[in-house]
């Protein structure tokens, strides 16, 4: 199932994130943040640079839903 997580950035985000990359039926295809857009999850929150090498995106909805099934 591909899903996409709004605000990872945060502290919930960030932990979600972790989650959803260990589970075997779950692809993160996009990330997004409210404050930070066009930067890679690394330069925001190096502690965690080595679950997903997606940059992140800017809020878009429509955009958003027309690559995943869920986002969070």
């Known amino acids: 199932m591909k899903v996409s997580i709004i605000g990872v950035t945060g502290y919930s985000g960030l932990e979600l994130l972790r989650y959803l990359r260990h589970h075997p039926k779950v692809e993160v295809v996009s990330i997004h943040s409210h404050s930070v857009n066009k930067k ?6 190096i502690h965690v640079q080595q679950l997903i090498s997606l940059s992140l995106e800017e809020i878009d909805p429509k955009k958003i839903m027309e690559k995943v099934i869920l986002f969070f």
Do not use: T
């Open 40 to 45: 890679s999850l690394k330069e925001v929150a």
